[in-house]
């Protein structure tokens, strides 16, 4: 079956270091996404990996492992603006289906 | 560039009425999907489009769409459940399964 794991809600402060993990168990594997949403809005594209290893982009990092089924979103130098929920998302083999995780919300507190 | 836009923002159907979701892009892309969110639940799939004239269904019953053109792929209500009460996204991609982008939303309600 396709099953997709992250946190519901996590909370960290302002100007800190957080890590949201996610894990995955799919028929196929051609690349997993993070994306953000903020309330009441669209998701937005943060990063896109499909070998394993570090993305940087800024402030934001993400990290696969395949052999594990494994990904954690790094954010780092946290703003307010960061609070949103952040989705993990793995694309299919040979295809366009893409199954999401039910998200994770983060609150960033002063 | 607009993006993906969708219409209406929110609606609110009687069960058994039947609906059209509009979304359009004006990027070009190939490939179209539609998804539903639910709280706790993420997105699910619903249809998708690799092209102008081809479709693809994820879930079974209780929706239609079509894809007559690159820019619009609309998704029907055949005759609306309360179950379906949710909010659809469209969203858009120019290469095979990279950067979705995704429309606003619409939010329906079903009484």
């Known amino acids: 079956g396709q099953n997709i794991d992250q946190p519901t809600e996590m909370t960290a402060t302002e100007g800190a270091i957080v890590q949201i993990n996610c894990t995955y168990q799919t028929s196929g594997f051609n690349g997993l996404f993070w994306y953000q949403q903020h309330a009441g809005e669209a998701p937005t594209f943060l990063s896109y990996?499909?070998?394993?290893g570090l993305e940087e982009k800024g402030r934001f990092s993400s990290f696969l492992s395949r052999s594990k089924g494994y990904s954690y979103l790094l954010l780092k130098e946290l703003q307010m603006k960061d609070s949103a929920s952040y989705l993990c998302?793995?694309?299919?083999?040979?295809?366009?289906?893409?199954?999401f995780g039910a998200g994770t919300r983060l609150f960033v507190k002063a | 560039n607009a993006g993906v836009t969708q219409t209406p923002k929110f609606h609110i159907l009687k069960t058994g009425q039947s609906m059209t979701l509009q979304c359009a892009q004006d990027m070009n892309h190939g490939y179209m999907s539609w998804y539903r969110q639910d709280p706790g639940m993420g997105l699910r799939l619903i249809y998708y489009?690799?092209?102008?004239?081809?479709t693809d269904k994820e879930v079974p019953n209780g929706y239609n769409v079509s894809r007559l053109n690159t820019e619009d792929f609309p998704l029907r209500l055949v005759s609306a459940a309360p179950s379906q009460t949710s909010v659809y996204l469209c969203?858009?991609?120019?290469?095979?399964?990279?950067?979705?982008?995704f429309g606003p939303g619409t939010r329906l309600l079903v009484l």
């Open positions: 998302a793995v694309r299919d083999t040979g295809g366009f289906k893409t199954i």
């Open positions: 990996n499909v070998l394993d």
């Open positions: 969203a858009s991609s120019g290469d095979l399964g990279k950067t979705q982008y």
């Open positions: 489009s690799a092209a102008a004239g081809t």
